[in-house]
């Protein structure tokens, strides 16, 4: 072998040394998870986060998610606002009431939606004695909602209207959801519009019935929560956020194959702490992957009717491309 052959040959000993040291070092920066802080509601609407962070489809998409449960979808939205959060589970109206007021949301994730025809996700209910037939009766009582100004409050009001009564004649008292079956049974509130899985709970208690499907009367196919972000963060990570959409997306998917079997009534118990007998009367929304923005036009019309917006409101504001056109 020449002198010139061995020089070479050495020289390409040491670039493949320097490689095989410096792969592990690459290999453990790619492997490094991102981490994002996500808002949460206890409810059966965050079941694809549940089943995505349970199916390791988080972690497959290299995310590590740390999940902070709010009372409503309205709360999380200051926390992703001020930045201690990335993403925020929250619903339509409050999403769209923020972005009005100048704050830069976008919904990256579909969540749930109302479907055609009732049984909803939510209902309307009343004491087991109460004399409440009409919306009309509703008049001068006290229906509980989970917060103000948000997409339970907002169909409450609808429906009355709808239904022959005078939404600005009924009071709408502030009730976390999970505290709802007891104050109208208790009688600190003379309905509620409640939703799963505390719907169903409170229904087969006997302590409540159902006076109706607010929903369904006004609208079909609602979008009614979803997962945001500031604009602000998908434009600086819009790696993290693609891949946040496609593990959630996976997750919508093992919901939809699993739906009503063992493993889909331990998943909602699980992170609802209530029995499996109490989820297994349930029903489930619809957990589409696009959002229609048709839906989101007809939510910010009823907005303005009930005087929470002052004008026409445009949907692209805050629809990311990730909720018309899921990521592959």
Known sequence: MSGLHKRAMARLGLVLILVATALPQRQACAAEPVKLRVSTISTIDSAP????????????????????????????????????????????????????????????????????????????????????????????????????????????????????????????????????????????????????????FGLKSGAVKLLAWPYSAVQARIPISMFATSKAYATAHPDAIERFVRAYNHGVDWVDANMGTDAWFELIAGYTHLSIDKVKDLSPPLFPKTIDPAQVARVSELMQANGILDRAFDPATVLYTSVLTPPK
Do not use: C, H
Request: hydrophobic share 45%; charged share 20%; aromatic share 6%.
């Open 49 to 200: 986060l549940e089943a995505a962070k349970a199916q390791g489809y988080f972690a497959a998409e290299g995310l590590e998610i740390d999940t902070t449960p709010m009372v409503g979808g309205a709360a999380g939205l200051p926390a992703l606002a001020a930045g201690q959060v990335q993403i925020a589970s929250s619903n339509l109206v409050s999403i769209i009431l923020g972005a009005q007021q100048g704050l830069d949301f976008a919904i990256v994730a579909a969540g749930d939606a109302t479907r055609d025809a009732p049984p909803d996700l939510a209902g309307l209910i009343i004491g087991k004695d109460s004399n409440i037939k009409t919306a009309k009766d509703l008049e001068g009582k006290k229906i509980g909602v989970n917060t103000r100004n948000n997409i339970i409050w907002l169909y409450a009001r609808a429906w009355v209207a709808k239904e022959g009564g005078d939404p600005n004649k009924v009071v709408y008292r502030e009730v976390p959801f999970p505290q709802m079956v007891d104050g109208v049974a208790n009688g600190q509130v003379d309905a509620a519009f409640v939703v799963e899985p505390f719907l169903s």
